[in-house]
């Protein structure tokens, strides 16, 4: 069986920078550090292959990717030059990709734009991963309907509903194509971090009376943060998303986020919690989070491609419950952690139909 996986990119911005690099990264690095699962089924990092990538501006359409992913406003960290990749980016539709906010920092191509159902098919993508930006809901369904029709997996990596939505996930049952989604769970960020900590403290027995996270950053998606009727989908995940950890209703505050233009794609986040443990005693928690906002997010799309993947492979097709609920806010169903390992265990053996 070929080893490769042939994924395409919808959006050439940070998070699609780091995935690119890293697959350049994996592929070099004989002892790889920063990985959760080294290989997933059959499947490293170095068999993603990118086949095709879509955007909208100038100075991405038509570069080869591996220059595309280094023009602005794309800010992140360059940690390796991958070699020539020999694939273009293609103009897409800008449809709402571009906001009233951040949306001067693209600058628009004139190109014609491309038609996405016959470059996934002419490409043999097998997987589409959606990175537009957050309130691109109508660019999202636009490449949500392309990989429908040309049989490719959809990954939705944005917060737009559609791998939580009821109508998407029974045309994508129907067609017997996997998807997965909504809005990737970093690595390690502010949501991953934040629930986890409210589960422990929650475990020990205490009980949680208020909590409040604060992000700032300097990428476009910071930025974006400032149109507050956009970002509103975001907040909404993010704060389901950590007060899930905890059975029962308190006050809460998350995915509250501000723009430092100088901080490029750095992200600082500020967590407090505030309680109670034995005998009424008060606690208050503080904790500070900073790091890069890109490889937080390729790190759980390199694994999700795989396990998109190997979920195919093993003829699993529709929403892909367990993945979703592994790398994302907003998934389909949100299983409880144990649940969740032994649904992972079991996708990677290929002794589950979902
Ligand atoms: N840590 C993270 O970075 C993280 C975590 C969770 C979710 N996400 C989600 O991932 C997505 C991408 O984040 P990012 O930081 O890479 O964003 P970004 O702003 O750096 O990149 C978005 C890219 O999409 C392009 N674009 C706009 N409209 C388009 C269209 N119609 N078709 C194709 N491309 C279009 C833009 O030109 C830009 O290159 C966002 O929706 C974000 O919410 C990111």
């Known amino acids: 069986m070929a080893r490769e996986i042939r994924a395409a990119i919808a959006g050439v911005g940070n998070s699609a920078s780091s995935l690119i690099q890293g697959i350049a990264y994996y592929t070099q690095e ?27 501006d100038k100075r991405k359409v038509g570069r080869d990717l591996s220059e595309a992913i280094f023009q602005e406003p794309n800010n992140t960290r360059k940690f390796i030059q991958p070699s020539h990749l020999g694939v273009k980016v293609q103009m897409a539709q800008p449809l709402d990709g571009i906001s009233p906010i951040a949306g001067e920092k693209i600058l628009l191509s004139d190109a014609k734009p491309s038609n996405p159902t016959k470059v996934l098919a002419d ?36 917060p737009a509903r559609i791998a939580s939505n009821t109508q998407w996930q029974s045309k994508y049952r129907r067609a017997k194509v996997p998807l997965t989604g909504d809005d990737i769970m970093d690595q390690v960020g502010s949501t991953i971090l934040h629930r986890n900590v409210l589960a422990l403290l929650v475990d020990r027995g205490l009980h949680i009376g208020e909590t409040y996270q604060l992000d700032i950053g300097g990428g476009t998606e910071s930025e974006l943060s400032l149109d507050k009727k956009r970002y509103e989908i975001k907040r909404k995940i993010k704060t389901s998303s950590v007060a899930a950890a905890v059975p029962y209703q308190f006050p809460i505050v998350a995915g509250s986020s501000d723009f430092v233009d100088f901080m490029e794609n750095r992200r600082t986040s500020y967590f407090n919690i ?12 503080d904790m500070r989070l900073s790091l890069e906002d890109g490889p937080a997010c390729a790190a759980v799309v390199s694994d999700v491609i795989r396990m998109v993947k190997l979920s195919w492979d093993h003829g699993e097709t529709g929403p892909l419950n367990a993945v979703s609920a592994y790398g994302f806010k907003a998934p389909p169903k949100r299983l409880p952690d144990q649940t969740l390992k032994q649904e992972l265990a079991a996708m990677m053996k290929g002794t589950k139909n979902h």
């Open 30 to 56: 004989k002892k790889p550090v920063g990985l959760a699962n080294k290989k997933i089924g059959p499947y490293g990092v170095q068999d993603i292959q990118i086949v095709a990538a879509f955007d909208v």
């Open 123 to 158: 490409a043999k993508a097998e997987v589409l991963v959606n990175l537009t930006p957050t309130g691109a809901t109508r660019a999202s369904e636009m490449y949500a309907r392309a990989a429908l029709q040309s049989k490719c997996a959809f990954i939705n990596a944005t």
């Open 274 to 285: 505030k309680g109670e443990y034995f005998g009424g005693t008060e606690f208050s928690l």
